[in-house]
Protein backbone atom coordinates (compact mmCIF):
# COMPACT_ATOMS: atom_id res chain seq x y z
CA UNK A 1 0.00 0.00 0.00
CA UNK A 2 1.43 3.40 -0.99
CA UNK A 3 0.90 6.49 0.86
CA UNK A 4 0.42 10.06 -0.92
CA UNK A 5 2.60 13.12 0.35
CA UNK A 6 0.23 15.72 0.38
CA UNK A 7 1.07 18.45 -1.73
CA UNK A 8 1.90 21.71 0.12
CA UNK A 9 -0.14 24.51 0.99
CA UNK A 10 0.77 27.65 -0.97
CA UNK A 11 1.20 30.75 1.17
CA UNK A 12 -1.09 33.74 0.31
CA UNK A 13 0.05 37.15 0.39
CA UNK A 14 -0.58 39.09 3.16
CA UNK A 15 -3.47 41.24 3.65
CA UNK A 16 -2.64 44.63 2.37
CA UNK A 17 0.33 43.51 0.57
CA UNK A 18 -0.31 43.99 -3.11
CA UNK A 19 1.90 42.02 -6.43
CA UNK A 20 1.92 44.87 -8.84
CA UNK A 21 1.54 43.86 -12.56
CA UNK A 22 0.69 44.49 -15.47
CA UNK A 23 -1.21 47.67 -16.73
CA UNK A 24 -1.07 48.85 -12.92
CA UNK A 25 2.89 48.17 -12.79
CA UNK A 26 3.20 50.51 -15.89
CA UNK A 27 1.29 52.98 -14.21
CA UNK A 28 3.20 52.86 -11.34
CA UNK A 29 6.69 53.04 -12.87
CA UNK A 30 5.62 55.95 -15.17
CA UNK A 31 4.75 58.11 -11.69
CA UNK A 32 8.03 57.30 -10.03
CA UNK A 33 9.97 58.21 -13.82
CA UNK A 34 7.81 61.43 -13.87
CA UNK A 35 8.94 62.01 -10.27
CA UNK A 36 12.49 61.64 -10.74
CA UNK A 37 12.66 63.32 -14.05
CA UNK A 38 10.83 66.71 -12.51
CA UNK A 39 12.74 66.51 -8.92
CA UNK A 40 15.80 66.93 -11.48
CA UNK A 41 14.21 70.32 -12.54
CA UNK A 42 14.27 71.74 -9.43
CA UNK A 43 17.29 70.05 -8.52
CA UNK A 44 16.08 68.20 -5.56
CA UNK A 45 19.19 65.79 -4.56
CA UNK A 46 18.36 62.28 -4.57
CA UNK A 47 19.07 60.19 -0.94
CA UNK A 48 17.96 56.49 0.02
CA UNK A 49 16.78 55.64 3.70
CA UNK A 50 16.93 52.68 5.92
CA UNK A 51 13.57 50.83 5.79
CA UNK A 52 13.87 50.63 9.84
CA UNK A 53 14.70 52.95 12.18
CA UNK A 54 15.07 52.87 15.89
CA UNK A 55 11.61 53.05 17.35
CA UNK A 56 12.12 56.48 19.33
CA UNK A 57 12.89 58.35 15.92
CA UNK A 58 8.77 57.89 15.12
CA UNK A 59 7.57 58.09 18.30
CA UNK A 60 9.11 61.35 18.98
CA UNK A 61 8.56 62.66 15.79
CA UNK A 62 5.06 61.13 15.51
CA UNK A 63 4.05 61.95 18.88
CA UNK A 64 3.70 59.39 21.06
CA UNK A 65 -0.15 59.30 21.61
CA UNK A 66 -0.53 59.57 17.84
CA UNK A 67 -2.61 56.51 15.90
CA UNK A 68 0.23 55.90 13.81
CA UNK A 69 3.04 54.91 17.27
CA UNK A 70 0.22 53.89 19.29
CA UNK A 71 -2.17 51.91 17.00
CA UNK A 72 -0.39 51.46 13.70
CA UNK A 73 3.45 50.91 13.75
CA UNK A 74 5.69 47.71 12.78
CA UNK A 75 8.07 47.76 15.42
CA UNK A 76 10.13 44.19 16.56
CA UNK A 77 12.99 44.10 19.11
CA UNK A 78 16.22 43.01 17.00
CA UNK A 79 18.11 40.03 18.73
CA UNK A 80 20.38 42.86 20.69
CA UNK A 81 17.00 43.96 22.42
CA UNK A 82 16.96 46.99 20.39
CA UNK A 83 13.48 48.47 19.49
CA UNK A 84 13.20 48.95 15.67
CA UNK A 85 10.28 50.12 13.64
CA UNK A 86 9.68 50.20 9.66
CA UNK A 87 9.23 53.41 8.54
CA UNK A 88 5.78 54.51 8.39
CA UNK A 89 6.71 58.15 6.61
CA UNK A 90 9.78 59.60 5.60
CA UNK A 91 10.43 62.79 7.26
CA UNK A 92 11.15 61.50 10.42
CA UNK A 93 14.05 59.49 8.84
CA UNK A 94 15.30 62.23 7.04
CA UNK A 95 15.72 64.54 10.24
CA UNK A 96 17.48 62.08 12.13
CA UNK A 97 20.19 61.47 8.89
CA UNK A 98 20.27 65.34 8.34
CA UNK A 99 21.24 65.63 12.31
CA UNK A 100 23.55 62.58 12.62
CA UNK A 101 24.66 62.27 8.99
CA UNK A 102 26.50 65.79 9.13
CA UNK A 103 23.45 67.11 6.48
CA UNK A 104 23.90 70.26 7.93
CA UNK A 105 26.45 71.69 6.06
CA UNK A 106 23.91 71.90 3.01
CA UNK A 107 21.57 73.89 4.15
CA UNK A 108 19.49 74.79 3.09
CA UNK A 109 19.32 71.47 1.42
CA UNK A 110 16.84 69.85 -1.16
CA UNK A 111 15.98 66.44 -0.93
CA UNK A 112 13.84 63.54 -2.76
CA UNK A 113 13.15 60.11 -2.49
CA UNK A 114 10.82 57.01 -2.67
CA UNK A 115 10.20 53.76 -1.78
CA UNK A 116 7.94 51.90 0.54
CA UNK A 117 6.54 52.46 4.31
CA UNK A 118 4.68 50.16 5.99
CA UNK A 119 1.48 51.30 8.91
CA UNK A 120 -1.07 48.62 9.93
CA UNK A 121 -4.19 49.88 9.08
CA UNK A 122 -7.66 48.48 7.53
CA UNK A 123 -6.67 48.35 4.01
CA UNK A 124 -9.44 50.66 1.33
CA UNK A 125 -9.37 51.59 -1.64
CA UNK A 126 -5.44 53.28 -2.75
CA UNK A 127 -4.58 52.30 0.88
CA UNK A 128 -2.29 49.52 1.72
CA UNK A 129 -0.52 48.12 4.92
CA UNK A 130 2.76 48.09 2.68
CA UNK A 131 2.46 51.09 0.45
CA UNK A 132 4.93 53.41 -1.39
CA UNK A 133 5.13 57.33 -1.32
CA UNK A 134 7.65 59.53 -3.06
CA UNK A 135 8.77 62.24 -1.09
CA UNK A 136 10.13 66.23 -1.46
CA UNK A 137 11.71 68.16 1.65
CA UNK A 138 13.55 71.82 2.30
CA UNK A 139 15.56 71.61 4.98
CA UNK A 140 17.06 74.72 6.60
CA UNK A 141 15.28 77.62 5.06
CA UNK A 142 12.87 79.50 6.49
CA UNK A 143 11.83 81.88 3.65
CA UNK A 144 7.77 81.19 2.71
CA UNK A 145 10.12 80.93 -1.03
CA UNK A 146 10.42 77.31 -0.31
CA UNK A 147 7.36 76.49 0.42
CA UNK A 148 6.56 78.14 -2.58
CA UNK A 149 8.97 76.13 -4.85
CA UNK A 150 7.82 72.57 -3.16
CA UNK A 151 4.39 74.05 -3.91
CA UNK A 152 4.84 75.08 -7.85
CA UNK A 153 6.65 71.35 -7.77
CA UNK A 154 4.04 69.39 -6.91
CA UNK A 155 1.63 71.24 -8.65
CA UNK A 156 4.04 70.76 -12.06
CA UNK A 157 4.34 67.15 -11.20
CA UNK A 158 0.46 66.26 -11.21
CA UNK A 159 0.45 68.30 -14.83
CA UNK A 160 3.18 66.30 -15.79
CA UNK A 161 1.32 63.03 -14.59
CA UNK A 162 -1.75 64.22 -16.79
CA UNK A 163 -4.02 64.02 -13.27
CA UNK A 164 -4.31 67.62 -12.78
CA UNK A 165 -8.21 68.18 -13.63
CA UNK A 166 -10.35 67.68 -10.76
CA UNK A 167 -7.21 67.96 -8.12
CA UNK A 168 -7.85 71.00 -5.93
CA UNK A 169 -4.82 72.54 -3.65
CA UNK A 170 -6.35 73.34 -0.03
CA UNK A 171 -4.36 75.60 1.67
CA UNK A 172 -4.31 76.49 4.90
CA UNK A 173 -1.81 78.27 7.84
CA UNK A 174 -1.21 77.16 11.08
CA UNK A 175 0.47 80.73 12.06
CA UNK A 176 4.17 80.39 14.33
CA UNK A 177 4.51 79.07 17.54
CA UNK A 178 2.51 81.83 19.45
CA UNK A 179 -0.25 82.29 16.93
CA UNK A 180 -0.71 79.06 16.89
CA UNK A 181 -0.49 78.05 20.91
CA UNK A 182 -2.86 81.21 21.46
CA UNK A 183 -5.31 79.70 18.55
CA UNK A 184 -4.84 76.09 20.77
CA UNK A 185 -6.03 77.55 24.00
CA UNK A 186 -8.92 78.76 22.61
CA UNK A 187 -10.02 75.84 21.19
CA UNK A 188 -9.91 74.02 24.21
CA UNK A 189 -12.12 76.42 25.97
CA UNK A 190 -14.44 76.59 22.81
CA UNK A 191 -15.06 72.30 22.78
CA UNK A 192 -14.63 71.78 26.55
CA UNK A 193 -18.18 73.62 26.86
CA UNK A 194 -19.96 70.59 24.56
CA UNK A 195 -17.46 68.20 25.83
CA UNK A 196 -19.99 65.67 26.39
CA UNK A 197 -21.55 65.86 23.20
CA UNK A 198 -17.89 65.44 20.88
CA UNK A 199 -17.14 61.61 19.67
CA UNK A 200 -15.24 59.37 22.03
CA UNK A 201 -12.13 60.12 20.01
CA UNK A 202 -12.45 63.90 20.04
CA UNK A 203 -12.73 64.13 23.99
CA UNK A 204 -9.57 62.67 24.05
CA UNK A 205 -7.83 64.49 21.89
CA UNK A 206 -9.52 67.44 23.68
CA UNK A 207 -6.91 68.68 26.32
CA UNK A 208 -3.99 67.01 23.92
CA UNK A 209 -4.59 67.85 20.52
CA UNK A 210 -7.34 69.95 20.03
CA UNK A 211 -6.64 70.57 16.77
CA UNK A 212 -7.31 67.39 15.51
CA UNK A 213 -11.02 67.75 16.38
CA UNK A 214 -11.39 70.20 13.46
CA UNK A 215 -10.79 67.06 10.86
CA UNK A 216 -12.77 64.82 12.69
CA UNK A 217 -15.20 63.42 10.31
CA UNK A 218 -17.81 62.00 12.77
CA UNK A 219 -21.25 63.84 12.15
CA UNK A 220 -20.90 64.41 16.25
CA UNK A 221 -18.39 66.76 16.14
CA UNK A 222 -19.07 68.43 12.87
CA UNK A 223 -22.12 70.17 14.44
CA UNK A 224 -19.66 72.07 16.48
CA UNK A 225 -16.47 72.84 14.41
CA UNK A 226 -18.26 74.71 11.99
CA UNK A 227 -18.49 77.35 14.88
CA UNK A 228 -14.74 76.65 16.55
CA UNK A 229 -12.30 79.58 16.69
CA UNK A 230 -10.47 80.34 13.48
CA UNK A 231 -7.16 80.69 12.99
CA UNK A 232 -7.12 83.99 11.28
CA UNK A 233 -8.31 85.62 14.66
CA UNK A 234 -5.07 84.90 15.99
CA UNK A 235 -2.60 85.25 13.54
CA UNK A 236 0.56 87.88 14.38
CA UNK A 237 1.55 90.04 12.21
CA UNK A 238 4.87 87.91 10.97
CA UNK A 239 2.60 85.01 10.66
CA UNK A 240 0.10 86.92 8.31
CA UNK A 241 3.02 87.99 6.22
CA UNK A 242 4.38 84.73 5.69
CA UNK A 243 0.81 83.31 4.51
CA UNK A 244 0.66 86.15 1.93
CA UNK A 245 3.71 85.75 0.45
CA UNK A 246 3.30 82.20 0.01
CA UNK A 247 -0.30 82.46 -1.35
CA UNK A 248 1.47 85.43 -3.75
CA UNK A 249 4.09 83.20 -5.11
CA UNK A 250 1.57 80.60 -5.82
CA UNK A 251 -0.52 83.26 -7.77
CA UNK A 252 2.86 84.72 -9.61
CA UNK A 253 3.45 81.20 -10.29
CA UNK A 254 -0.51 80.50 -11.82
CA UNK A 255 -0.87 78.13 -9.50
CA UNK A 256 -4.82 77.97 -8.65
CA UNK A 257 -5.64 77.14 -4.58
CA UNK A 258 -8.50 77.56 -2.63
CA UNK A 259 -8.56 78.42 1.98
CA UNK A 260 -9.36 75.65 3.42
CA UNK A 261 -9.42 76.68 7.59
CA UNK A 262 -10.17 73.30 8.58
CA UNK A 263 -7.23 71.70 7.41
CA UNK A 264 -4.80 71.59 10.33
CA UNK A 265 -1.89 69.23 11.68
CA UNK A 266 -2.09 67.59 15.32
CA UNK A 267 1.81 67.73 16.13
CA UNK A 268 2.80 71.18 17.89
CA UNK A 269 6.21 71.21 15.60
CA UNK A 270 4.10 71.95 12.56
CA UNK A 271 4.15 75.79 11.84
CA UNK A 272 2.92 78.35 8.81
CA UNK A 273 1.39 76.28 5.74
CA UNK A 274 -0.30 73.46 5.46
CA UNK A 275 -1.61 71.85 2.24
CA UNK A 276 -3.05 69.13 0.74
CA UNK A 277 -4.14 68.31 -3.23
CA UNK A 278 -7.49 66.55 -3.36
CA UNK A 279 -9.74 64.57 -5.19
CA UNK A 280 -13.13 63.55 -5.97
CA UNK A 281 -11.79 60.60 -8.03
CA UNK A 282 -11.08 58.13 -5.25
CA UNK A 283 -13.37 58.11 -2.40
CA UNK A 284 -13.13 59.35 0.91
CA UNK A 285 -9.50 59.09 0.94
CA UNK A 286 -9.54 61.70 -2.01
CA UNK A 287 -5.61 63.62 -0.67
CA UNK A 288 -3.21 62.66 -3.37
CA UNK A 289 -0.15 64.73 -1.89
CA UNK A 290 0.00 66.87 1.21
CA UNK A 291 2.18 68.31 3.48
CA UNK A 292 3.34 71.46 5.26
CA UNK A 293 6.24 73.39 7.01
CA UNK A 294 7.64 71.81 10.58
CA UNK A 295 9.57 73.93 12.11
CA UNK A 296 9.77 72.47 15.42
CA UNK A 297 11.07 68.49 14.22
CA UNK A 298 14.71 68.77 14.68
CA UNK A 299 14.15 70.15 18.09
CA UNK A 300 11.86 67.06 18.73
CA UNK A 301 14.66 64.56 17.90
CA UNK A 302 17.20 66.37 19.74
CA UNK A 303 19.19 68.54 17.08
CA UNK A 304 18.95 72.11 16.58
CA UNK A 305 16.35 74.50 15.84
CA UNK A 306 16.05 74.31 12.09
CA UNK A 307 13.06 75.55 9.96
CA UNK A 308 11.76 72.55 7.31
CA UNK A 309 9.12 72.08 4.78
CA UNK A 310 8.01 69.12 2.93
CA UNK A 311 5.60 66.93 1.07
CA UNK A 312 4.72 63.25 0.03
CA UNK A 313 2.10 61.66 -2.15
CA UNK A 314 1.02 57.94 -2.14
CA UNK A 315 2.57 56.21 -5.58
CA UNK A 316 -0.36 53.95 -5.61
CA UNK A 317 -3.29 56.58 -5.75
CA UNK A 318 -1.59 58.38 -7.85
CA UNK A 319 -0.86 55.60 -10.16
CA UNK A 320 -4.83 54.78 -9.77
CA UNK A 321 -5.52 58.32 -11.81
CA UNK A 322 -2.73 58.54 -14.17
CA UNK A 323 -2.74 57.11 -18.15
CA UNK A 324 0.46 55.96 -19.04
CA UNK A 325 1.94 57.06 -22.06
CA UNK A 326 1.34 54.50 -24.80
CA UNK A 327 3.91 51.96 -25.22
CA UNK A 328 7.01 52.78 -28.11
CA UNK A 329 6.30 50.25 -31.14
CA UNK A 330 8.56 47.31 -30.80
CA UNK A 331 10.59 45.50 -33.42
CA UNK A 332 9.68 41.57 -33.49
CA UNK A 333 12.48 39.81 -34.65
CA UNK A 334 11.31 36.04 -35.41
CA UNK A 335 13.87 33.30 -35.65
CA UNK A 336 12.40 30.92 -37.93
CA UNK A 337 14.98 28.10 -37.60
CA UNK A 338 16.69 26.53 -33.88
CA UNK A 339 20.22 26.43 -35.45
CA UNK A 340 22.35 27.51 -33.14
CA UNK A 341 23.98 29.84 -35.45
CA UNK A 342 20.87 31.86 -36.46
CA UNK A 343 19.68 32.04 -32.80
CA UNK A 344 23.62 33.90 -32.19
CA UNK A 345 23.06 35.80 -35.12
CA UNK A 346 19.47 36.51 -33.87
CA UNK A 347 21.27 37.78 -30.28
CA UNK A 348 23.70 39.85 -32.34
CA UNK A 349 21.37 41.59 -33.84
CA UNK A 350 19.18 42.30 -30.98
CA UNK A 351 22.05 43.67 -28.70
CA UNK A 352 22.58 45.96 -31.71
CA UNK A 353 19.19 47.69 -31.99
CA UNK A 354 18.65 47.91 -28.31
CA UNK A 355 21.98 49.85 -28.20
CA UNK A 356 20.63 51.86 -30.87
CA UNK A 357 17.60 52.17 -28.47
CA UNK A 358 15.20 49.80 -29.99
CA UNK A 359 13.15 47.63 -28.00
CA UNK A 360 13.38 44.29 -29.35
CA UNK A 361 11.19 40.87 -28.56
CA UNK A 362 13.02 37.50 -29.96
CA UNK A 363 10.76 34.64 -31.33
CA UNK A 364 12.47 31.44 -31.25
CA UNK A 365 10.18 28.78 -29.67
CA UNK A 366 7.37 26.84 -30.73
CA UNK A 367 6.52 25.96 -34.62
CA UNK A 368 7.19 28.80 -37.09
CA UNK A 369 3.76 29.92 -37.34
CA UNK A 370 3.07 30.38 -34.10
CA UNK A 371 6.35 32.53 -33.92
CA UNK A 372 4.74 34.74 -36.35
CA UNK A 373 1.53 34.71 -34.59
CA UNK A 374 2.62 35.96 -31.48
CA UNK A 375 4.93 38.68 -32.81
CA UNK A 376 1.79 39.86 -34.40
CA UNK A 377 0.00 40.32 -31.46
CA UNK A 378 1.75 42.44 -30.12
CA UNK A 379 1.44 44.74 -32.67
CA UNK A 380 4.93 45.51 -33.60
CA UNK A 381 6.35 48.79 -35.59
CA UNK A 382 8.85 46.26 -37.90
CA UNK A 383 8.96 42.33 -38.46
CA UNK A 384 12.08 41.12 -38.72
CA UNK A 385 12.85 37.19 -39.66
CA UNK A 386 15.96 35.57 -39.71
CA UNK A 387 16.12 32.59 -41.78
CA UNK A 388 18.22 29.88 -42.80
CA UNK A 389 19.64 29.64 -46.62
CA UNK A 390 20.98 26.95 -48.55
CA UNK A 391 22.67 28.95 -50.88
CA UNK A 392 26.45 28.63 -51.09
CA UNK A 393 28.58 30.90 -48.74
CA UNK A 394 25.39 32.34 -46.89
CA UNK A 395 24.72 32.40 -43.23
CA UNK A 396 21.19 33.06 -43.89
CA UNK A 397 18.59 35.58 -44.71
CA UNK A 398 17.03 38.53 -43.24
CA UNK A 399 13.67 40.17 -44.25
CA UNK A 400 12.18 43.27 -42.67
CA UNK A 401 8.01 44.35 -43.01
CA UNK A 402 7.59 47.98 -41.56
CA UNK A 403 4.26 47.70 -40.23
CA UNK A 404 1.46 49.93 -39.74
CA UNK A 405 2.72 51.19 -36.36
CA UNK A 406 6.57 51.99 -37.18
CA UNK A 407 7.74 55.00 -36.35
CA UNK A 408 10.42 57.22 -37.94
CA UNK A 409 12.33 56.47 -34.31
CA UNK A 410 12.09 52.61 -34.72
CA UNK A 411 13.33 53.12 -38.70
CA UNK A 412 15.93 55.09 -37.75
CA UNK A 413 17.63 53.21 -34.94
CA UNK A 414 18.47 50.15 -37.17
CA UNK A 415 19.88 52.89 -39.47
CA UNK A 416 22.62 53.02 -36.67
CA UNK A 417 24.27 49.79 -34.86
CA UNK A 418 22.65 47.17 -36.96
CA UNK A 419 23.85 48.87 -39.74
CA UNK A 420 27.30 48.74 -39.24
CA UNK A 421 27.03 44.90 -37.96
CA UNK A 422 25.36 43.80 -41.42
CA UNK A 423 27.70 45.93 -42.51
CA UNK A 424 30.70 44.51 -41.07
CA UNK A 425 29.58 41.40 -40.03
CA UNK A 426 27.74 40.15 -43.02
CA UNK A 427 28.55 41.63 -45.82
CA UNK A 428 25.57 43.78 -46.54
CA UNK A 429 26.09 46.93 -48.29
CA UNK A 430 24.45 50.38 -46.57
CA UNK A 431 22.86 51.67 -49.45
CA UNK A 432 21.04 48.00 -49.29
CA UNK A 433 20.60 48.24 -46.21
CA UNK A 434 19.07 51.70 -46.10
CA UNK A 435 16.67 50.71 -48.94
CA UNK A 436 14.88 47.71 -47.03
CA UNK A 437 14.90 49.32 -43.72
CA UNK A 438 12.70 52.08 -45.45
CA UNK A 439 10.61 50.28 -47.90
CA UNK A 440 11.10 46.30 -47.12
CA UNK A 441 12.90 43.53 -48.53
CA UNK A 442 15.55 40.88 -47.89
CA UNK A 443 19.18 41.13 -47.75
CA UNK A 444 21.51 37.69 -47.76
CA UNK A 445 24.13 37.19 -45.17
CA UNK A 446 27.41 36.58 -46.10
CA UNK A 447 30.57 36.27 -43.87
CA UNK A 448 32.04 39.89 -43.30
CA UNK A 449 35.43 41.16 -43.10
CA UNK A 450 35.15 42.04 -39.59
Known sequence: MSTQTPSPKTPQAIRGTQDIFGPDAEAFAFVVETFERVRKLYRFRRVEMPVFEKTAVFSRSLGETTDVVSKEMYSFEDRGGESLTLRPEFTAGIARAFITDGWQQYAPLKVATHGPLFRYERPQKGRYRQFHQIDAEVIGAAEPQADVELLVMADQLLKELGIQDGVTLQLNTLGDGASREAWREALIAYFRAVKGDLSEDSQDRLERNPLRILDSKDPRDKVFTAEAPKIDDFL???????????????????????????????????????????????????????GGRYDGLMEALGGPVTPAVGWAAGIERLAMLVQPPEQQPVIALVIESDETRLL???????????????????????????????????????????????????????????????????????????????????SVPEILWESVVHGGGTVSMVPGKA
Open 344 to 426: NIGTMFAKAARNSGAPVLIYNSGGVRKRYDKAKKTQPGLILTISSSEADGEFGRLSVKPQGTASAELTNSLLASPKMLMKNQF
Open 236 to 290: SDEAQDFFAKVTGGLDAAGVSWTRAPALVRGLDYYRHTAFEFVTDRLGAQGTVLG
